[in-house]
C-alpha cells in the first residue's frame, strides 16, 4: 500500500490557516523558535546591553591569511580596518549583522555557541 500525503493531509494547510496557526513545516519551525513546550513565548536572544559588551574591533587579516574573511550572516567581505565583532567562539561579523542576529538568538549562526557562556574575547584595539 502506498500513502499519498495529499490524501493524508489534505485541507489541513485550509484549516490551519483559517484558524490563523501556521501552515507550513517552516512556518511552524519558526513559530516554535520562540516558546517554550509549554507554549509560553520567552525571548531566546539577547538584550541589548549583552550585545553592547560584545568588543567592536578594528578588522585585521591574520597573519598568513590570503584572503579577508566573511561575515556568515551578510556574506559580505571583511574589509581591512572595517569594524567588526568577535564573539568568544573567535567567528567574526560586521556588529550590525550580528546584533540583528543575537536579538533572536543567544547562539552564534556558525557553531551553536552560547554567546554569553564563552570566554571574553578581548584582542588589542576592541573596545
Given at each position: 500500500m502506498v500513502l499519498?500525503?495529499?490524501?493524508?493531509?489534505?485541507?489541513?494547510?485550509?484549516?490551519?490557516?483559517?484558524?490563523?496557526?501556521?501552515?507550513?513545516?517552516?512556518?511552524?519551525?519558526?513559530?516554535l523558535s520562540g516558546m517554550n513546550f509549554t507554549g509560553n513565548n520567552f525571548n531566546r536572544g539577547t538584550t541589548e546591553q549583552q550585545r553592547d559588551a560584545i568588543p567592536v574591533c578594528k578588522y585585521s587579516r591574520?597573519?598568513?591569511?590570503?584572503?579577508?574573511?566573511?561575515?556568515?550572516?551578510?556574506?559580505?567581505?571583511?574589509e581591512e580596518g572595517e569594524d567588526?565583532?568577535?564573539?568568544?567562539c573567535k567567528h567574526i561579523y560586521?556588529?550590525?549583522?550580528?546584533?540583528?542576529?543575537?536579538?533572536?538568538?543567544?547562539?552564534?549562526?556558525?557553531?551553536k555557541t552560547d554567546v554569553l557562556r564563552g570566554p571574553e574575547t578581548r584582542r588589542p584595539g576592541c573596545s
Open positions: 499519498n500525503p495529499d490524501e493524508i493531509f489534505g485541507g489541513m494547510d485550509e484549516f490551519f490557516g483559517r484558524h490563523g496557526m501556521p501552515v507550513s513545516i517552516m512556518d511552524m519551525l519558526n513559530s591574520a597573519p598568513g591569511d590570503t584572503e579577508n574573511a566573511t561575515c556568515s550572516v551578510c556574506l559580505t567581505e571583511l567588526v565583532k568577535i564573539l568568544p560586521h556588529p550590525q549583522c550580528i546584533d540583528r542576529w543575537l536579538e533572536r538568538s543567544k547562539l552564534c549562526c556558525v557553531c
